[in-house]
């Protein structure tokens, strides 16, 4: 801290006294001119300012734009102090008075008095040191220790005798302060006024006529005390003099000062100093009391005096950030009222009884998690109001946080950060400041300061799975959930937001759009239509998940939709397949054995799986004891040997069911004629559906005539057909081969399926179209579809090839189609 010299305060006090007015209620500020190391700019100013009051312009004297001051967060911290005796008009740039300034009560007997400051300014971060020295008015009396002071004086006392008196006691400082004392006119005391060490003024009755202890045993006198102040104040105080016997000498202190080194917050009861005064008299005249002559109304309230032992205690706490040292006059009086003084002058001294104070400037609440490495976020200062050793104070941030101290101007210090912040990993810190002064043993305070990290849309939305697989069963109702997709986005609020769609694509040809639809707000797909297993099994969709950031962040997924089966399709009958009104005959040879192959019932599923499981059943028959059908084959077997007595026609009623749930099921009806012999042909015409019995009797009819007139060519047919008996045994001794037309589109063999079975094949013999009993016999034939109105053709190398028997060795029949 610099201070003025000896010319500086000369100067400032003839320059006072130039320009303070003779009223006290007007007053004038002014601009002192200091050394350049006492502050960037310094004022003066005198005390007792109404509140308001302009100091000077800030923003002109330190060339700133006072414009700026607001913008800037300019604020004005005080020294030492936690009272704001100034402030800042934002709005002029005028330093102005902020509270009551007392001279007296703030710096006491100092002859100088200053308050010092320091201005912040941001953005640019700027400091600057204001002084403002404080001056004295007269606003202050002299006062006496006591309103009556008694002397006793021996009236052996010789003219010229002196006896001073308790020294009067203002508050003000220099001219202000005491400077004449007056007596009343009397008849024996005249005044003397003195100056003592420190330049204080004192009074001493002078004695100019001897005193009469007969005449006069008390004397009463008015004593005035004045300052130099305009205008000029006065206190008054009663002299009672008490006229005694003869008492020579007064008491002499053993120094005539103490001085004391005391450290603050001492015990309440401390002994501070014995001051001690020896009287040569004897008895009461050399028996000396003690008490304070002179002392503030601070100290008073600090320190005690023993009237009897001198001992001075301490009565109250004692700070040294308050006041640093206190100055006190002890007079020493003896029973006959003569009284001498001295000085205790106490030092105090600092421990370190503050701890260091951390202040936030200024501070960023929300620092954005893009923010770079050294971004400054805020700005505190440490202050610690102990001096010398216990003042140097460390700060610190404690624990693993991405900021750290960076020191600025003085006790100031910057918060940067230190590394890359994401707010996904952690969204808040708690930045523990810790400040220690380099006392002992050393102080510590902490102060924790909250900031948050602000979202920026820097994560994309991210889908649970890499893929997803929905299953939806045909025929499913259009607006069925097909399946749930979602997406997390680990940023906050609109960032974090997610939005479904469908990528643009077509399935088929068709737009996907076609087939489901996306809830954008639930991440659920709906079905827009029903599916069939039939058409397609599976297709794929691309989702997009996009959020609500700026610029939008966005993530695909695959959804792959399968369709599964339901048992919505009866099964098929391919063979025996109906051909109009006509209906398909087979002859079984009469001399047949049991397990012989007789025919085969062939049925196709469209569903697949389980659904296209197919089972046999003979559900009605002619003789039900005679033929059987196999459960998965289809395969209708002689279950016995055939006898001579069963009847020639057999009407067989299958059934084929699938294994669906529920299963669904068809019926074909599968006719069967026993004989050996092409020549019992003609007895066919018998064999009809129940249900056409009427067509029968006119079928017969037709058969009667033709009989009649074609009896000839008949019998001719008879002899031929014997001729060639054998021929046609071997002609149905082969496999029985379903021609590939009878397998409707999309159909598919597949092993197991419940659909044709590749180990078996079946040759078709087929009359002509025409209406007559002719009957052609051709051989196996695999490559093709023969219409029912054509004579199938082999060649010879297939006739050759017409022997193969079945792997059981069992005789086929011959298909017959009937002209009804």
Not at 264 to 278: D, F, I, K, Y
Not at 290 to 312: M, P, Q, V
Not at 645 to 672: E, F, H, R
């Amino acid at each position: 801290m610099s201070l003025f010299t000896i010319e500086d305060r000369l100067y400032t006090h003839l320059l006072l006294h130039f320009l303070l007015f003779r009223t006290h209620s007007v007053c004038f500020l002014f601009v002192l001119t200091v050394p350049a190391s006492f502050g960037d700019v310094s004022y003066s100013i005198p005390e007792e300012l109404k509140r308001g009051s302009v100091i000077g312009n800030i923003a002109k004297d330190l060339d700133v734009d006072f414009k700026s001051l607001l913008d800037r967060k300019a604020r004005l911290n005080a020294e030492g102090s936690s009272k704001r005796y100034c402030d800042i008009n934002m709005n002029s740039g005028d330093l102005i008075v902020a509270e009551r300034i007392d001279r007296d009560q703030l710096c006491g007997e100092k002859t100088v008095c200053n308050l010092k400051f320091e201005l912040m300014l941001e953005s640019p971060f700027d400091l600057h040191r204001v002084v403002v020295q404080i001056q004295d008015i007269n606003d202050n009396s002299p006062g006496f220790p006591k309103d009556v002071i008694r002397l006793e004086i021996r009236e052996s006392a010789v003219k010229g005798a002196r006896f001073p008196v308790n020294e009067a006691h203002d508050a003000d400082i220099g001219q202000n302060a005491v400077q004449s004392y007056t007596l009343q006119r009397n008849d024996h005391f005249v005044l003397a006024v003195q100056t003592n060490i420190d330049g204080g003024k004192y009074a001493e009755l002078v004695l100019e006529k001897e005193l009469d202890r007969e005449e006069q045993q008390e004397v009463s006198l008015l004593l005035t005390a004045s300052d130099g102040g305009t205008p000029q104040r006065s206190g008054t105080v009663v002299i009672l003099v008490t006229v005694l016997d003869a008492n020579d000498n007064i008491p002499v202190f053993s120094q005539a000062v103490y001085e004391v080194t005391l450290p603050e917050n001492v015990p309440l009861g401390t002994l501070v100093v014995t001051v001690s005064a020896s009287d040569a008299d004897e008895g009461a005249n050399g028996a000396v009391t003690y008490e304070f002559s002179r002392i503030s109304n601070e100290a008073k309230h600090l320190f005690s005096i023993d009237r009897k032992t001198g001992e001075i205690r301490v009565t109250g706490p004692i700070d040294f950030e308050e006041e640093s040292s206190y100055e006190m006059r002890i007079e020493g009086k003896d029973g006959a009222g003569l009284a001498s003084q001295t000085k205790v002058i106490v030092d105090i001294t600092d421990v370190n009884d503050n701890a260091p104070v951390i202040f936030v400037a200024s501070l960023i609440n929300s620092v954005p998690e893009s923010a770079p490495p050294g971004t400054e976020i805020g700005i505190i200062n440490v202050q610690d109001l102990d001096s010398e050793g216990n003042h140097p104070v460390r700060c610190s941030i404690q624990g693993h946080v991405p900021f750290k101290l960076k020191p600025s101007v003085k006790k100031y210090y910057s918060i940067v950060t230190t590394g890359e912040l994401d707010r996904e990993l952690q969204s808040e810190y708690n930045i523990s400041l810790t400040a220690s002064d380099e006392g002992s043993p050393p102080l510590s305070s902490f102060k924790i300061l909250h900031v948050s990290i602000s979202d920026v849309n820097d994560n994309p939305p991210a889908f649970d799975k890499q893929s997803y697989s929905a299953y939806v069963t045909e025929n499913n109702k259009p607006g069925t959930s097909v399946i749930s997709v979602r997406a997390r986005d680990p940023d906050w609020r609109q960032n974090g937001t997610v939005f479904y769609s469908l990528l643009s694509s077509e399935v088929s040809g068709v737009p996907v759009s076609s087939f489901v639809s996306i809830n954008g707000d639930t991440g659920v797909i709906h079905a827009v239509r029903s599916f069939d297993y039939e058409q397609f099994r599976s297709f794929k969709v691309q989702v997009v998940a996009r959020d609500n950031g700026s610029p939008p962040l966005s993530s695909n997924v695959t959804v792959s939709v399968f369709i599964t089966d339901e048992n919505d399709n009866t099964p098929q009958i391919l063979y025996p397949a109906p051909l109009g009104n006509s209906m398909m005959t087979e002859m079984v040879p009469k001399a047949a054995h049991a397990g012989s192959l007789v025919s085969k019932v062939i049925a196709v599923d469209a569903d697949s799986g389980q659904n296209a499981w197919l089972s046999y059943q003979i559900l009605k028959s002619t003789d039900p004891g005679l033929f059987t059908i196999g459960l998965h084959s289809g395969e209708i077997r002689a279950q016995r040997d055939i006898a001579e007595s069963d009847t020639m026609k057999q009407n067989l009623v299958v059934s084929v069911k699938d294994n669906g749930q529920p299963s669904l099921s068809t019926t074909c009806a599968v006719y069967l004629l026993i004989s050996d012999n092409l020549a019992e042909v003609p007895e066919l015409k018998d064999m009809s559906y129940d249900n056409s019995s009427k067509l029968t009797s006119y079928l017969i009819i037709a058969l009667v005539s033709v009989c009649t007139f074609f009896l000839t060519f008949i019998v001719l047919i008879v002899v031929v057909k014997f001729c060639r008996r054998r021929k046609p045994r071997l002609l149905f001794d082969g496999a029985v081969a379903i021609p590939g037309a009878y397998f409707p589109p999309n159909y598919a063999d597949v092993d197991g399926a419940g659909t044709l079975r590749s180990s078996y094949n079946y040759d078709t013999y087929l009359t002509t179209g025409s209406r007559t009993s002719d009957f052609k016999f051709v051989r196996s034939f695999n490559d093709g579809t023969l219409p029912a109105d054509q004579t199938l053709k082999r060649s010879p190398q297939e006739t050759s090839e017409l022997g193969e028997m079945t792997g059981d060795g069992s005789k086929f029949s011959t298909l017959v189609k009937l002209p009804f």
